[in-house]
């Protein structure tokens, strides 16, 4: 089992930051992609901002510029720096971690979400 947990969501004014981080712990091998999305209210879940294992990043063309993936490996906690926020980044953001279990079976895990508001 893999146990995803959230912390760092809010209320913040328009132009504010914010940062989410999210901690894997259990019994896996390794940690590959991780992972943040964002659903907004009446929206489909949309991926926000990968990271892999490797360090290699990508973005969502709505974020680039304002928001930046990092992981600390040692701790395998993967954080969501928020810049310059705008009410459209209003969502509940949930974080996403895959790797392999002993055995090279795979897994793909979801945190609880983090509600992240912003307000004009």
């Known amino acids: 089992q893999v146990q995803l947990v959230e912390s760092g969501g809010g209320l913040v004014q328009a132009g504010g930051s914010l940062k989410l981080s999210c901690t894997a712990s259990g019994s896996f091998f390794s940690i590959d992609d991780m992972s943040w999305y964002r659903q907004a209210p009446g929206k489909r879940r949309e991926l926000v901002t990968t990271i892999t294992s490797g360090g290699s990043v990508d973005y969502a063309d709505s974020v680039k510029g304002r928001f930046t993936i990092s992981r600390d490996n040692t701790n395998n906690t993967v954080y969501l720096q928020m810049n310059s926020l705008k009410p459209e980044d209003t969502a509940v953001y949930y974080c996403?971690?895959?790797?392999?279990?002993?055995?090279?079976?795979?897994?793909?895990?979801w945190g609880q979400g983090s509600r992240v508001t912003v307000s004009s």
């Open positions: 996403n971690v895959k790797g392999y279990f002993g055995g090279w079976k795979r897994y793909d895990a």
